[in-house]
T-cell receptor, first 111, second 115 residues
Framework: DTGVSQNPRHKITKRGQNVTFRCDPISEHNRLYWYRQTLGQGPEFLTY????????KSRLLSDRFSAERPKGSFSTLEIQRTEQGDSAMYLC?????????FGPGTRLTVL | AQSVSQHNHHVILSEAASLELGCNYS??????LFWYVQYPGQHLQLLLKYFSGDPLVKGIKGFEAEFIKSKFSFNLRKPSVQWSDTAEYFCAVKTGSSNTGKLIFGQGTTLQVKP
């Protein structure tokens, strides 16, 4: 499979715990995005990487959220001290500059 | 703020009916436009995109969309829908002011096609 992959696909956690998600983009894609999607809404942009550099962060991304792309390949998104409002689908996408391709997402449920 | 509006939240059609889903955006400059589809249990897939040139864009599975700059619209059409088109459809825009390529999405339209 040469698409974008994300792990885990589902994560259930208790409020206050930390969680980390991983995204493996399409191999030659230098652009990587994280989005968040809640029920009944379209995806909302969280952050953008070009190679290993994080070039843009949404105001939606509070201090509890951090993302990395250490070698310009895979990326991780960490949420510290999770809150119930963090429950959502977290989507990763990658591109070479036209029309990003999305992964299957990680569904986070915070109890 | 830049935004995308999809006026139809839930559309129900019978097979073979024609489809038009509305999409309007608020941005006065250069835009790139996209339609994505999400079939039940699957991830977002790119249906079609407009970057420049012919404003009538043809995508996969018989879908097309027309960019009308004066109306800030990019409506999705299909002459004859099939039961397998049941899905959620998202319109998205990349504005010329963004050099990151980030997309702004509409809230989506759920299409239900009855056999």
């Amino acid at each position: 499979d040469t698409g974008v992959s994300q792990n885990p696909r589902h994560k259930i956690t208790k409020r206050g715990q930390n969680v980390t998600f991983r995204c493996d983009p399409i191999s030659e894609h230098n652009r990587l995005y994280w989005y968040r999607q809640t029920l009944g809404q379209g995806p909302e942009f969280l952050t953008y990487f070009q190679n290993e550099a994080q070039l843009e962060k949404s105001r939606l991304l509070s201090d509890r959220f951090s993302a990395e792309r250490p070698k310009g390949s895979f990326s991780t998104l960490e949420i510290q001290r999770t809150e119930q409002g963090d429950s959502a689908m977290y989507l990763c996408a990658s591109s070479l500059g036209q029309g990003p391709f999305f992964g299957p997402g990680t569904r986070l449920t915070v109890l | 703020a830049q935004s995308v509006s999809q006026h139809n939240h839930h559309v129900i059609l019978s097979e073979a009916a024609s489809l038009e889903l509305g999409c309007n955006y608020s941005y006065g400059g250069t835009v790139n436009l996209f339609w994505y589809v999400q079939y039940p249990g699957q991830h977002l897939q790119l249906l079609l995109k407009y970057f420049s040139g012919d404003p009538l864009v043809k995508g996969i599975k018989g879908f097309e969309a027309e960019f009308i700059k004066s109306k800030f619209s990019f409506n999705l059409r299909k002459p004859s829908v099939q039961w397998s088109d049941t899905a959620e459809y998202f319109c998205a825009v990349k504005t010329g002011s963004s050099n990151t390529g980030k997309l702004i999405f509409g809230q989506g339209t759920t299409l239900q096609v009855k056999p």
